[in-house]
């Protein structure tokens, strides 16, 4: 069956320190994998795009890996800050549709 | 990028009552739009599939009677859950965004039936 996973539902972490979440997925051939960040009773916003041949994207403290092989995604928040604190969700593009991961929530500790 | 308004943001009905949601493309001429269905702590559940100018493409288990989309503009589509019950309180969102581009979401609207 197919399924995307994200590591943890909450991740705490203190500030100043290094997020990573995780998406794995099974039974999906992703085009191109996003992120997006959802805060509580908003829509998502959009963060990152990495299509299949690309291994690695980086947009100010925000990276992102993408391992087809593997069938992961991670996401990096460097030096995190308290106002990072929200929950990061992962869709996997197929050309066709977009299917969401069940979001992490990540509290950044002053 | 584009940006999309949805309205309400909340809204409270009586059991048995209909309830309009309106998704506007403000900056975008959309074609398409979608519209998802987010219970706590769940990934968004992509509903139906909205095309201007011809009927909504729906997901399955999804009832095409009880959740009726409209999409008569390229600047807007509406969902109208018909003869709500308790078991449709759900968060509802819009979007634009097609394949290898972002997607643009709505605010959402939270939707409770007493």
């Known amino acids: 069956s197919q399924k995307i996973e994200q590591n943890s539902e909450a991740l705490n972490i203190q500030e100043g320190k290094t997020a990573t979440l995780t998406c794995n997925y099974t039974?999906?051939?992703?085009?191109?994998l996003q992120w997006y960040r959802q805060d509580p009773g908003r829509g998502p916003v959009f963060l990152l795009l990495?299509?299949?041949?690309?291994k690695e994207k980086r947009k100010e403290r925000l990276k992102v890996t993408f391992d087809t092989t593997l069938k992961q995604s991670l996401f990096h928040i460097t030096a995190s800050q308290p106002a990072d604190s929200a929950t990061y969700l992962c869709a996997l593009d197929t050309g066709n549709q977009f299917y969401f991961g069940t979001g992490t929530s990540l509290t950044v500790i002053p | 990028g584009a940006v999309v308004s949805q309205h309400p943001s909340r809204v409270i009905c009586k059991s048995g009552t209909s309830v309009k949601i309106e998704c506007r493309s403000l900056d975008f001429q959309a074609t398409t739009m979608f519209w998802y269905r987010q219970f706590p702590k769940k990934s968004l559940m992509l509903m139906a599939t909205s095309n201007e100018g011809s009927k909504a493409t729906y997901e399955q288990g999804v009832e095409k009677d009880k959740f009726l989309i409209n999409h008569a503009s390229l600047t807007l589509s509406t969902l109208t859950v018909t003869s709500a019950h308790p078991e449709d309180s759900s968060f509802y969102i819009c979007s634009i965004g097609m394949s290898a581009t972002e997607a643009f979401f709505g605010q959402g609207t939270r939707l409770t039936v007493v």
């Open positions: 990495i299509r299949e041949n690309e």
């Open positions: 039974n999906y051939s992703p085009a191109y």
